[in-house]
């Protein structure tokens, strides 16, 4: 069964510095998709950035870009120049073809001013 | 991106009545939606997935004679909490999947706060 592993519970940032999140995954799958979301103290999920799998090239969203290393199934969460509207809980997901996603246990950052 | 209403955001509720909350998804259709549980502090729990004009797909653990679900449309999803207890109180969320996007990404309703007291 995939899996996904968030082993940072809580993270800290100071404004405008540069924070990286870690996620990794478990699957047997060579096309899949994968997706950080963000969670802030509204509760609304918001889907940050996507990476498909058969993409070498790392996906990137203004501010926010990942290092996504296939063979270590490793996909990790840059966010450039933080801001205090970055702090929220960040969840990792992994999905396959038509399946639902899989979420890690999530990320609590804090954006220190 | 694609907007996904969730209603009502927040319901307080006796212990034994029945609560409906619905998902809609507003500027496409969505074939498949999802319904999730979230305890303080934890990550999203998937309770179901709703095809719209079939049965709903359980997760295990999760029951189906509690927790109804219905697709009637290709823009609703509900789910109704029968008989609810005190430890239904949870945060619910619903996901509607854009069959038509490049990624099939699913977008999120902004939850359902259910307390029973």
């Not at chain 1, 702090?87 to 073809?97: I, L």
């Not at chain 2, 955001?9 to 999730?36: H, N, P």
């Not at chain 2, 029951?63 to 005190?86: C, G, M, Q, R, Y």
């Not at chain 2, 949870?90 to 699913?106: M, P, T, V």
Request: hydrophobic share 35%.
């Amino acid at each position: 069964a995939q899996t996904v592993t968030q082993s940072q519970p809580e993270m800290s940032v100071q404004e405008a510095e540069t924070v990286t999140l870690s996620c990794t995954y478990d699957t047997s799958e060579s096309d899949y998709y994968l997706f950080w979301y963000k969670q802030p103290p509204s509760r609304q999920m918001i889907l940050v950035i996507r990476q498909e799998a058969y993409k070498q090239q790392n996906a990137t969203e203004n501010r926010f870009s990942v290092n996504f290393q296939k063979a270590a199934k490793s996909f990790s969460l840059k966010i450039s120049d933080s801001q205090l509207g970055d702090a929220a809980m960040y969840f990792c997901a992994y999905k396959r073809g038509q399946g639902n996603l899989i979420f890690g246990k999530g990320t609590k950052l804090s954006v220190k001013p | 991106g694609a907007v996904v209403s969730q209603h009502p955001s927040r319901v307080i509720c006796k212990s034994g009545t029945s609560v409906k909350i619905e998902c809609r998804s507003l500027d496409f259709q969505a074939t498949t939606m999802f319904w999730y549980r979230q305890f303080p502090k934890q990550s999203l729990m998937l309770m179901a997935t709703s095809n719209e004009g079939s049965k709903a797909t359980y997760e295990q653990g999760v029951e189906k004679d509690k927790f109804l679900i219905n697709h009637a449309s290709l823009t609703l999803s509900t789910l109704t909490v029968t008989s609810a207890h005190p430890e239904d109180s949870s945060f619910y969320i619903c996901s509607a999947r854009d069959q038509q996007g490049a990624l099939n990404i699913q977008y999120f309703g902004a939850g359902t706060r259910l307390s029973v007291l």
